[in-house]
């Protein structure tokens, strides 16, 4: 079943941030996964988001193919770029069956 990531994220450094998404969208593909949107908040219908943060969604074939990705020593590498440069809030959604 497919399974989605989404991300929230708080940038600091436009331009670090630039380098760290190109590896990481290289690396979504390693793991068959694929970009549906990722960017700024168009509108907001009803709630409190912070409309400054960035978003992106990721569709996988399976759930475990988002953890083999975040659990792997490419992306350990990768996160190190970003971890000074962005706050960000990562989740799983299931996909329907």
Do not use: C
């Not at 219908?45 to 792997?72: C, T, V």
């Amino acid at each position: 079943m497919a399974a989605y990531m989404f991300v929230s994220a708080k940038i600091f450094n436009a331009s670090q941030f630039s380098e760290y998404g190109k590896k990481m969208g290289d690396l979504i593909k390693t793991y068959n996964g694929e970009y549906l949107a990722k960017g700024s908040i168009s509108d907001i219908l009803e709630g409190n988001f912070d409309k400054s943060r960035k978003i992106l969604i990721a569709k996988y074939p399976s759930i475990e193919q988002i953890h083999d990705m975040w659990n792997s020593e490419e992306y350990k590498k990768i996160k190190k770029i970003r971890e000074d440069i962005a706050e960000v809030d990562v989740i799983i959604i299931d996909g329907l069956k």
